[in-house]
């Protein structure tokens, strides 16, 4: 296991804005020196100039917060600082996030969950309730072997799915979430880059297959989207 202060592995990027943070500390404490040396005065100035955030931090870390969520989201064991249940709303698209090239690239997963946002509404602090107890039963049972594939295969975890997926679907087929899954799916990332229609289509055949499948699996009868998915 690393040490305090070492960065989790591939999770360089989440840090490049504390990176931008020490270089203004180092600029402005070079200015304020004197033949090398910096009363402790001058020190305190600059850190308390530093607390009400700077254009330039704002900057750094707007661009850093896609891709230390993207980095982030490519470990493999749990973490209970995750989001067990926007981890399982991924679920049934994942295999889109891997490959080369990659069908839907991970920086598009922010707005993903926008639109998941939407069609949850108040009842989202409800799933998120569920899956992390779901989460923390089996935190007591595995430890720290936990895996993301544990908590997948977990009866009650597919249980939640199936009707989140109910949910969300029946919000995408309205005019309404229409609207949302059009206008927030092709927004850009802070990077510039747009999700196509192709993309985004494919993941919501992805959702609606799977939707399906869960119906089929408890007797229920097939349904038809919107799309005609």
């Known amino acids: 296991m690393g040490g305090i202060g070492q960065q989790p592995p591939g999770a360089r990027h989440c840090y490049q804005a504390g990176s931008v943070l020490i270089g203004l500390i180092e600029a402005l404490i070079a ?7 910096v009363e402790f005065s001058e020190v305190q100035r600059v850190l308390k100039r530093l ?7 704002d900057r750094a870390f707007q661009m850093q917060e896609d891709r230390c969520r993207r980095n982030l989201w ?7 600082r995750e989001n067990p249940f926007r981890r399982l709303m991924v679920r049934p ?6 490959g080369d090239p990659v069908a839907f690239p991970r920086h598009f997963l922010p707005n993903y969950f926008q639109v998941v946002d939407a069609a949850f509404g108040d009842k989202l602090g409800e799933y998120e309730k569920q899956c992390r107890a779901v989460f923390q039963t089996l935190m007591v049972r595995h ?4 895996s993301w594939e544990d908590f997948y295969a977990d009866g009650r975890t597919w249980r939640i799915l199936d ?5 969300l679907m029946s919000f995408l087929e309205g005019p309404a979430g229409q609207w949302v899954w059009v206008q927030t799916m092709s927004q850009p990332t802070v990077e510039g880059h747009k999700a196509t229609a192709e993309q985004t289509d494919s993941v919501r055949a992805i ?15 097939p349904r038809k989207t919107a799309t005609g998915r």
């Open 51 to 57: 607390q009400g955030g700077t254009e330039q931090l």
């Open 74 to 80: 490519k470990r493999g064991d749990a973490c209970c």
């Open 31 to 37: 200015e304020r020196a004197r033949d090398g040396v």
């Open 93 to 98: 698209f994942e295999t889109l996030l891997t």
């Open 143 to 146: 430890g720290n072997a936990l």
């Open 163 to 167: 009707h989140a997926l109910k949910r």
């Open 207 to 221: 959702l609606s297959a799977t939707w399906q499948g869960l119906m089929l699996e408890q007797g229920g009868p």
